[in-house]
DNA sequence: ATAGTTGTAATCGAATCGGTTACAACTATA
DNA sequence: TATAGTTGTAACCGATTCGATTACAACTAT
């Protein structure tokens, strides 16, 4: 099963949030318009921003801005944020049978892997902040103005 | 979303055949009542295995055995086998505002972070063969008899 | 011939996903 | 203060996937 698609929605959000944000008022439906999705999947990404500390959102007059700096906020951090992080990210049958020596064992063997494969996933999320991100998508900007 | 407990139902099945496998007739009966799931589940497991060229399985007469030593199987052949891989396993929002700076640009920026994250998790299951399972299974099996 | 097994289709309920509508609460501004 | 625009949030929908289960034809060893 795929990741959900909440958290490269999340990431485009965010990315928008710092690179469009001191240019426009960045509402949902601004977002939503950019992402090409419903505005309240907008929403509730933000939701998930805002609870984790990375944007401030105006509740009435609307917008949402940065509270962290790029620096700071990793791909990993918007994943958890937006709600895609597992602690197993492996499913397992519920109940082996503790009467066979595999099903008896087969937690003791096979977790210890899964989890060094998901940490490894995870940890590469780690690497990459938004500082990062944003510098890549300045330069494919500014070259795509000048080809044009 | 967890990856399908397929695969974890996959290793268990094949971790058995490997064990049992000369004490045993590997029937999917026999295994599911390891494993603890419906025996049609177990088929379509050994199928997905059968198809990858890991094992053998006896139409009419029945039981499964292996096919390839197993040094030469690793996490991650079982996982392709049991179908669990995707090939862009992060969910992306379909149609990302072309008119926008970062709709335009947010799958040049984000896809080979993506790709090199699920790779990272993928190259982790590729390190662990069924020897070193099965190694780690028999010592585990082996205590806990001299315990008891 | 018989009994046991595999291969496979069909159906089911549960869970999750993203989409959408609706509306109360809130806030800047006129 | 009234208005307009926005957020926060609940509710519901259809689609999809999952694993469980039933059923049965095809096959094979005895």
Redesign the pocket.
């Given at each position: 099963?795929k990741i959900?698609?909440?958290f490269a929605v999340a990431v485009h959000a965010l990315l928008a949030i710092y690179v469009l944000g001191s240019e426009y008022k960045m509402?949902?439906?601004f977002i939503a318009s950019s992402v090409n999705?419903?505005?309240?999947?907008i929403?509730?990404a933000?939701?998930s921003l805002?609870a984790a500390g990375i944007i401030g959102?105006?509740?009435?007059?609307?917008?949402?801005m940065p509270l962290m700096n790029a620096e700071n906020v990793t791909l990993y951090d918007v994943y958890a944020a937006a709600g895609c992080r597992e602690d197993n990210m492996f499913?397992f049958?519920d109940e082996p049978n503790p009467n066979c020596p595999v099903g008896k064992n087969i937690h003791s063997v096979l977790d210890p892997y899964l989890e060094t494969a998901q940490a490894a996933m995870e940890n590469e999320l780690k690497k990459t902040t938004f500082a990062e991100l944003i510098k890549n998508l300045d330069l494919l900007i500014l070259k795509l103005c000048c080809n044009s």
């Open positions: 099963m959900s698609s909440r509402t949902s439906d999705v419903n505005p309240v999947v929403r509730r933000l939701l805002k959102v105006k509740a009435g007059s609307g917008g949402a499913n049958h």
